[in-house]
């Protein structure tokens, strides 16, 4: 069985540009978590989608960060603009039982991302 | 307000049995405990994930009291391979969000 998928592993740009993160879940997978991990910290769940509607995205910085995820399968998350402080590593995450912390979630590799 | 609270970093030598506690003490009564283990450059991994008293499988064992305030992750017999950072994720009263706290980085020597 294929993991959840990724792209791109690594991102350098500078502040106020734009940056776009790719995820594919495991196949059949209802629910779908964006994270970001900034360096020594844990996950901290940006938005969770069960198929393509929105469970929770109370800790997403909706005047940079959006999300979306069309046909239930795919997701991006882009930031726009960015900031220094937003270098981190942005995981994507899938589970495909619903959105609880019980249920266990498989995670992507992540994307490094750097703002200069 | 942190869910859950368990040491910054420990370390141990290889051959030894490591245990990792996580203080949780608004744990919901229907939640479960779960542990995830992070290697470096890597997503977290699901390793292990108990309601009471005792889990095992092929990597870990959980130990969780009869008031499942707390729980202990243990590894046997750790080998360098097994330096990471462990999380463990509850469910909170009242509140089904999920929260990785700072995670525990655990160094095993030679």
């Known amino acids: 069985e294929a993991g959840v998928a990724q792209s791109p592993r690594y991102k350098i740009i500078e502040k106020r540009q734009s940056v776009a993160f790719w995820c594919n879940p495991i196949?059949?997978?209802?629910?779908l978590y964006w994270y970001q991990q900034i360096l020594g910290q844990g996950p901290k769940l940006l938005i969770q989608f069960q198929n393509n509607g929105v469970v929770d995205d109370s800790q997403l910085p909706k005047d940079r960060f959006s999300a979306e995820r069309l046909k239930g399968v795919d997701s991006t998350l882009k930031i726009q603009p960015a900031k220094l402080e937003d270098s981190a590593v942005y995981l994507c995450?899938?589970?495909?039982?619903?959105?609880?912390?019980?249920?266990?979630?498989?995670f992507g590799p992540g994307t490094r991302l750097t703002v200069l | 307000l942190a869910k859950t609270t368990q040491p910054i970093s420990m370390d141990s030598y290889e051959g030894q049995e490591v245990n990792i506690t996580c203080s949780h003490n608004?744990?919901?009564?229907?939640?479960?405990i779960t542990w995830y283990q992070q290697f470096p450059s890597q997503g977290p991994r699901f390793i292990i994930q108990?309601?009471?008293t005792k889990v095992t499988n092929e990597v870990a064992s959980l130990f969780i009291p009869a008031d499942r305030k707390s729980s202990t992750l243990s590894l046997p017999r750790v080998s360098l391979s097994d330096t990471a950072v462990y999380y463990c994720?509850?469910?909170?009263?009242?509140?089904?969000?999920?929260?990785f706290g700072k995670g525990t980085r655990l160094h095993i020597l030679p």
């Open positions: 995450a899938s589970s495909p039982r619903g959105p609880r912390p019980n249920n266990e979630q498989f």
């Open positions: 994720l509850v469910g909170h009263q009242g509140d089904d969000k999920i929260i």
């Open positions: 196949s059949g997978h209802a629910t």
């Open positions: 108990g309601y009471k």
């Open positions: 608004n744990i919901a009564t229907n939640d479960y």
